[in-house]
């Protein structure tokens, strides 16, 4: 029979990875529905019990989420206004069940091109901090993130960690979900920008990421160089233009058109960009 | 039945150890295993349902530590240490707790599998919050899928739990139609005590797991499966084609074309041609590619259009054109009409395969006693299953003993056989009892669905908007095997000028087999489609006319005394005017308030703006099987402990039927509803009441149960020698009668009884009358009809093509609503599969056999819906009454798709509208 550890301790579940290939298991939201029809025979490593990986702290003035930190976790902490857009595809994420299960770090780990997760933690420009008995290390989510289902993790890795960096008092951040139906759906787009305005209402600093329209979801760099000194007023959404959205990469399937999913990327862009300014 | 393993109260190395409903439980199981399969096969609490495995349903959602989750996603080894709480753990005593009793008030459980995930959920957020708003319910309870309600009355009894306590409705003896009663088996759907096919199974029961074809056309071979079986000794047996007696079913006698397990050639993906029997745990363990089978992939023709072109191959030799057949209906001259008529519309329409997506997948178990063997499984027509079991296996019908178990949804998909022969198969051959369920999955690619319609129709109208002619010819797509394609090709052309008065029509179809999913019984069989493409050419012609689109469809109303395109004249009970005219008032408001908002957006400019639409559409709906006999026969009897049994052969998907027979019964009998015990549908112990489909039990069963129950009263007031007038009692285990001032008595101890404790048996029978149609299509196909007229206000976000859907208004004549509640809840149910219809729901095999690739509605996609029961009495049905199942369904998608037109001047030609076709459609307009 395979075999199932629940360690306590970061340390132990390190060991336990570096001691042969381990699947691991955290809130089970993807693991098992990728499972139907099966027995799970595999070797299972289950992070849920490790309590130093729960939770979200302050920490640098940004965040530290830890790899256990759920969505319902996520939603009922107070986090500055910069993170709204986390907590907005916080409760986006499947129905109550699945946030109360399912798993920030997970999310990422699980590299689905429609992640809800990966867009607005890209726009704010996270980390993924990964441990194994060797040590720890960081990487940019865009870095971690590779490709559809695919991640730069060493198989004797663990995310420990979402790493969000400050952000000013003044930056605001949204979150936009296009889904064909209004629960439990899967995105057929999702755009999450931040802006942080200096003093004078223009953009110092912003980031525009979109996710479901490319294999990993992806920042608009162009855009957000384009919106940068800009004023923050209504009329910044039209400052979005289809060139901006060049280096996405959309497919047709059963949830839409990639012609769609460009078209409705660009006006997801230009509404959360125009509800920043409101 | 069930064997819980009683699990020792010491922890062994590896058990896990929790609180269940409250009790310390230690359950030695592999860790990793989902906790609802322990709490269901370990601890034996099935009131916990696995709707799909992969968190997409919700029906198993249980409470951890207070808080809900999917116990199908949980890992046992996470519920360590912690209280989990089951369905079983709300009631009090033994009494329904205030949430359950909501529910069972307010109707919210139909078929009752999602209602243990439902009550979780909402149990979970009244903790939390004593008084919800109705957004905070639909949040907290929006990962719970339901496929019957339509959420509303859900929503309702959750607002009302919070407010206070709940009175139920307990009609007086001789009141109980038309009253609000609860359901008669209700309380067992509230508690999670009721058992559907995966929850009951004999001990020793094996696992029966199908092997399906993962390609829509090919050939195959099975080599040795001696290899196989050494290697894997918990498995007993692999059985094939040669296994199966006689291996064909089919609905109709004289074309049996499906076989049960395909005999080296398999027509369409997920068709079964094998299954492994044995061990759960080593029948699931096998991995497909050890299966010695050899494909040899064949083109597939999965399109009317490929299977048409392709007569060189059929699909079945005996369809050498792949058409399995033709409907029509010709009355007048409808070319002349046309020519003539002042305004024509005309146009083609397109449909996509849609799925039922009941949350109960498939299941049952098949035991033999004898010889004699005995089905429990979900099925909608017990008696048609009995036969196509003995028929496989080369036996007696009456070697086989069906009993339904509770059904979790149906909609048509359970017409059809599914678990029932190859269960029977492997446990008629092993002499073992055998279980299954089907994955969702599974379920999904090997049952039927919706047919695929190609439509082209043309109406014309005179002047003043009155319809002269209508032209309709439809193609379905049938998939592989017939199902009910032969009633659905029937059933349209006598629908399809739609419910109005139609001099000159024809109206012509065909079912045409392909290599795609089987289409077979869907909620309207066939009618659904057909309504989209007369509702949206009748707004063309309004718009032509210049006339108001409700007006223009009140002037041509089918009325009593009028004749339909099949020459019938109904002499009553058609009341589609005075449907139109209870949505008047709403209808000039929202189209009035539509607009002034469109204005108002249209000013500010932009391309992102919204636009408001308003809809209207009417169906007519012929109640029970298309001229085709189709009786039910009903029994009550009077048992020897006082208690009144109605042996009732109508299974209960769901819908109600269990509660409004027995509401005919009662009255009939003049007793209280509750003094009416039931047997559902076994087939040892009821009479053949026919399927439930075709929105015929209340008609047709539910005159049979009123004469059976009035035979009952007539015999008894003989043996009282007391008149018609009495008042008929059981008091202190005596039969009484009691007339003006006069009691009569008899000790029941004094009355034999027969072998099933009876002591006295009413019977009735009722076949409602027909005139079969000649081939023109001329006849009386129905004994009476269902209409309704439903409006949909909604809001389109131009630049995504997304719908919003404001409201919607039905009016249904339904000539009698024995209980309000179900029938308003049959309504809203039906309307949120229309919604589906229209926006959102499209199956393609092999890619979106799962619920969240398949998308149907969920809380939050269903808005308020008003019902207006009109009740033009049928003369013919029980108290008037007629059916009202699929009526439902059918003037949803239309209502939308006039709405849609009206808010962005789009006409919807492909349902279902998604925001990638509609904002191509939008954009296209716009050029
Ligand atoms: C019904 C339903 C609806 C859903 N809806 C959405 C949605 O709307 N949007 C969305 O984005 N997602 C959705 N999901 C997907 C899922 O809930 C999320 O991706 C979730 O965040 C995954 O977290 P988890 O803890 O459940 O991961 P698990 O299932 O436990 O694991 C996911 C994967 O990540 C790996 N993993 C997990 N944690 C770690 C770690 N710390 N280190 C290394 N590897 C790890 C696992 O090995 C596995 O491969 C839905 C899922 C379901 C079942
Ligand atoms: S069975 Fe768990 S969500 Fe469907
Ligand atoms: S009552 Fe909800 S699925 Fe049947």
């Known amino acids: 029979m395979a075999s199932y550890l629940r360690p306590e301790l970061l340390a132990d579940a390190l060991s336990a990875l570096a001691g042969g290939a381990r699947t691991v298991l955290a809130g089970g939201t993807d693991f098992y529905p990728a499972r139907v029809g099966r027995l799970v025979d595999e070797d299972v490593l289950d992070i849920t019990a490790i ?62 091109p429609a992640a809800d997760g990966v867009p607005a933690l890209l726009a704010l420009g996270a980390e993924v901090e990964l441990a194994s008995v060797a040590g720890r290390r960081r990487l940019p989510l865009g870095e971690f993130v590779l490709g559809n289902r695919r991640t730069a993790r060493g198989p004797q890795e663990l995310v420990s960690a979402v790493l969000v960096p400050p952000w000013s008092e003044r930056a605001r951040s949204v979150f936009l979900k296009l889904g064909a139906r209004r629960y439990l759906v899967i995105s057929i787009a999702m755009v999450a920008a931040v802006i942080e305005p200096d003093a004078a209402g223009r953009v110092a600093r912003c980031g525009v990421a979109v996710g479901a329209c490319s294999a990993v979801a992806q920042r608009l760099s162009a855009l957000e160089q384009a919106l940068v000194g800009a004023t923050l007023d209504v009329r910044i959404g039209a400052r979005a233009h289809q060139e901006h959205l060049a280096g996405l990469t959309p497919i047709d399937d059963v949830r839409g058109t990639a012609e769609y999913r460009a078209d409705a990327a660009l006006t997801l862009v230009r509404r959360a960009l125009e509800s920043l300014a409101a | 039945m069930n064997e819980p393993v009683e699990p020792g109260l010491a922890a062994e190395a590896g058990a896990i150890a929790f609180r269940l409903n409250g009790v ?88 009752g599998i999602c209602t243990p995930g439902m009550l979780m959920a909402a149990t979970d957020l009244l903790a939390r919050n004593e008084r919800p708003s109705e957004s905070e319910v639909c949040d907290a309870l929006g990962g719970v899928l339901c496929r019957c309600t339509g959420y509303r009355k859900i929503v309702d009894a959750v607002l009302a739990a919070a407010a206070g306590e709940v009175a139920l409705a307990v009609p007086a003896a001789g009141r109980a139609v038309g009253s609000r009663a609860p359901k008669t088996d209700g309380a067992a759907k509230l508690t999670g005590a009721e058992r559907y096919g995966a929850d009951r199974w004999p001990p020793g029961a094996l696992w029966l797991r199908a092997v399906r074809s993962p390609h829509a056309h090919a050939r195959f071979s099975i080599g040795d499966l001696a290899a196989l079986r050494a290697r894997h000794p918990g498995l007993l047996d692999v059985l094939t084609a040669r296994d199966v007696p006689e291996n064909s079913f089919g609905i109709f006698p004289d074309h049996k074309d499906q076989p049960v397990l395909a005999d080296g050639l398999a027509r369409f993906r997920g068709e079964a041609v094998a299954a492994l029997v044995g061990e759960y745990e080593t029948v699931m363990r096998i991995d497909e590619a050890e299966l010695p089978i050899r494909w040899e992939p064949l ?49 083609e329409f397109a449909t996509s395969l849609v799925e039922h997506a009941y949350i109960e997948p498939e299941a049952g178990y098949a035991e033999r006693v004898g010889d004699r063997l ?12 009995r036969d196509e079991v003995a028929r496989v296996l080369g036996v007696a019908p009456a070697q086989v003993h069906v009993v339904p178990s509770a059904v979790g949804g149906g909609f048509g998909g359970k017409l059809d056989v599914s678990v029932q022969p190859l269960l029977a198969l492997a446990a008629w051959k092993l002499g073992r009892p055998v279980r299954t369920a089907y994955t969702r999955p599974e379920s999904m690619a090997s049952t039927s669905k ?90 063309e012609l309004a718009e032509r006319a210049g006339i108001d689109r409700l007006e223009l469809r009140h002037r041509n109303a089918l009325r009593a005394g009028q004749p339909t395109p099949t020459g019938q004249v109904l002499r009553a009970s058609c009341g589609l005017a005075q449907c139109l005219e209870a949505l008047r008032p709403r209808w000039r408001a929202a189209v009035a308030a539509a607009e002034a908002f469109n204005r108002e957006q249209a000013a500010r400019g932009g391309d992102a703006g919204r636009r408001r639409g308003v809809g209207i559409a009417c169906m007519w709906y012929g109640i029970g099987n298309t001229v085709i006999a189709n009786p039910s026969a009903m029994r009550v009897s009077l048992r020897k402990d006082g208690q009144f049994v109605l042996y009732n052969g109508a299974v209960d998907i769901g819908q109600g ?135 949909a206000e909604l809001e389109v976000d131009l630049a995504l093509g997304t719908v919003h859907l404001l409201g919607i208004a039905a009016a249904h004549d339904v000539g ?31 890619r979106t056999d799962n619920l969240h690739d398949y998308l149907v509605p969920t809380f939050g996609d269903v808005p308020p819906i008003e019902v207006h029961l009109i009740e033009d009495a049928e003369p013919l049905g029980p108290h008037g009454a007629k059916g009202v199942g699929e009526p439902a369904l059918i003037a949803t998608a239309p209502a939308i798709f006039g709405a849609i037109r009206h808010a962005t001047g789009v006409t919807v030609r492909h349902a279902p509208a998604t925001p990638d076709r509609l904002r191509a459609w939008i954009k296209a307009s716009a050029r």
């Open chain 2, 299 to 347: 083109e597939a023709r999965t399109e009317i259009g490929q299977a048409l072109a392709a007569t060189d191959a059929p699909i079945h030799a005996a369809r050498p054109d792949n058409v399995l057949i033709r409907g029509r209906v010709a009355r007048g001259d409808v070319d002349a009409a046309l020519a003539q008529a002042a305004f024509v519309a005309e146009g």
């Open chain 1, 51 to 112: 309590g130093e990986l729960r939770g979200v702290r302050a920490e640098r003035g940004g965040l530290r989420i830890g790899a256990t930190t759920t969505w319902s976790d996520l939603l009922a902490a107070p986090l500055p206004p910069w993170c709204r857009a986390l907590q907005q595809a916080a409760r986006e994420v499947g129905g109550v069940q699945i946030q109360n299960a399912g798993t920030v770090a997970g999310n990422l780990c699980n590299a689905s």
């Open chain 2, 450 to 539: 919706r047919h695929p319609a190609r439509m082209r129709a043309r109406f014309g109208c005179d002047r003043d908007g009155r319809i002269v002619g209508a032209e309709f010819h439809g193609d379905f797509n049938t998939g592989a095997y017939a199902s009910w394609g032969t009633t659905v090709a029937n059933r349209v052309p006598i629908h399809a000028a739609g419910p109005y008065v139609v001099p000159n029509v024809r109206a012509t179809t065909r079912a045409i087999y392909t290599n795609g999913p089987i289409a077979g019984a869907f909620r309207g069989f066939g009618v659904p489609q057909s309504t989209i493409a007369h509702e949206a050419l009748l707004d």
């Open chain 2, 816 to 846: 009698r609503a024995i209980n309000p509640t179900q029938v308003e809840g049959q309504i809203h149910g039906g309307i949120a599969q229309g919604i589906g219809l229209a926006l959102m729901e499209e199956y393609h095999a092999g």
């Open chain 2, 657 to 791: 039927s269990n509660t409004i027979l027995a509401q005919i019964a009662a009255d009939a009998l003049g007793v209280r509803l509750d003094a009416i015990d039931y047997v559902m549908g076994d087939t040892d112990l009821t009479e053949d009441a026919g399927k439930t489909s075709a929105s015929r039990q209340t008609f047709v069963s539910g005159n049979a149960a009123r004469l059976a129950a009035a035979a009952l009263r007539r015999k008894l007031l003989q043996r009282l020698e007391v008149g018609e007038n009495a008042e008929l009692a059981i008091e202190r285990g005596e039969l009484v009668g009691i007339e003006g001032g006069r009691r009569s008595a008899i000790p029941l101890a004094y009355l034999p009884a027969d072998a099933r404790g009876d002591v006295e048996v009413g019977r009735g029978e009722f076949n409602p009358p027909t005139v079969p149609l000649d081939a023109d299509g001329q006849g009386e196909p129905y004994a009476t009809y269902g209409f309704a007229a439903q409006l």
């Open chain 2, 24 to 111: 310390a439980r230690v359950v030695a199981a592999s860790p990793a295993s989902r906790l609802s399969d322990v709490l269901r096969e370990s601890l034996g609490l099935t009131g916990t349902k696995v709707g799909c495995n992969a968190g997409d349903c919700g029906a198993c959602t249980v409470l951890i530590d207070g808080r809900q989750v999917c116990a199908c996603l949980t890992a046992l080894g996470q519920v360590a240490g912690r209280d989990v709480t089951t369905v079983e753990g709300i009631a009090r005593d033994g009494a329904l707790d205030r949430l359950q009793r909501a529910f069972h008030a307010h109707g919210a459980a139909q078929c």
């Open chain 2, 374 to 385: 005995r089905i429990f499984a979900c099925t909608q027509t017990p008696y048609m299953d």
